[in-house]
T-cell receptor, first 115, second 112 residues
Framework: GAVVSQHPSWVICKSGTSVKIECRSL??????MFWYRQFPKQSLMLMAT?????????EQGVEKDKFLINHASLTLSTLTVTSAHPEDSSFYIC???????????FGPGTRLLVL | DAKTTQPPSMDCAEGRAANLPCNHS???????VYWYRQIHSQGPQYIIH???NNETNEMASLIITEDRKSSTLILPHATLRDTAVYYC?????????????FGGGTRLMVKP
């Protein structure tokens, strides 16, 4: 199957700082990427849909000014958590959609801990 | 997208077949059945998907009932590394379909 990478795999930061997470499709082009968040013992929750060259679409309850998404190329989307607080500590996972066949592939996830 | 119902947990003996059921009684004609799994602390892994015919690949088989209201994922010879949460997701395929909505999934425990 297709490969999606994420960087960094884990990050610890101080409250108030910003953290950028990269998501790359390594062997295919993805016009659409998705960002999910997962809290312990819970299922994945979609945060936003990222479309190459246009603004991201955020799910209800997700602050677009806090979670900045940029999808500047067909292989890279970034999620920036601005002014991170302890409640933003979570497991962030991206996925990229391959069009033929139409399937989503997930990255390994980024574990964020805000102190 | 149609809602799915899965048992919260299942056990399976190593080397035996694991049969994971999924109910999707409100599925529409243009909705596909997708299966993903998530091993602890990793991103979800695509397993298989189908529309109405049974499907098989190197990882698993997908059996969809004729009325498409339920399906079964079969891992033919489960190993300890198959211990994971398995998600059954129903969604529209093609460009009309976008995000995947994850439910609670089934936590499969493969035991020696």
């Amino acid at each position: 199957g297709a490969v999606v990478s994420q960087h960094p795999s884990w990050v610890i930061c101080k409250s108030g700082t910003s953290v950028k997470i990269e998501c790359r499709s390594l062997d295919f082009q993805a016009t659409t990427m998705f960002w999910y968040r997962q809290f312990p013992k819970q299922s994945l929750m979609l945060m936003a849909t990222s479309n190459e060259g246009s603004k991201a679409t955020y799910e209800q309850g997700v602050e677009k000014d806090k979670f900045l998404i940029n999808h500047a190329s067909l292989t890279l989307s970034t999620l920036t958590v601005t002014s991170a607080h302890p409640e933003d500590s979570s497991f962030y996972i991206c996925s990229a959609r391959e069009d033929r066949p139409e399937t989503q592939y997930f990255g390994p996830g980024t574990r964020l801990l805000v102190l | 997208d149609a809602k799915t119902t899965q048992p919260p947990s299942m056990d399976c003996a190593e080397g035996r077949a694991a049969n994971l059921p999924c109910n999707h009684s409100t599925i529409s004609g243009n909705e596909y059945v997708y299966w993903y799994r998530q091993i602890h602390s990793q991103g979800p892994q695509y397993i298989i998907h189908g529309l109405k015919n049974n499907e098989t690949n190197e990882m698993a088989s997908l059996i969809i009932t004729e009325d498409r209201k339920s399906s079964t994922l079969i891992l033919p010879h489960a190993t300890l590394r198959d211990t994971a949460v398995y998600y059954c997701i129903v969604r529209v395929g093609g460009s009309a379909g976008n995000m995947l909505t994850f439910g609670g999934g089934t936590r499969l425990m493969v035991k020696p």
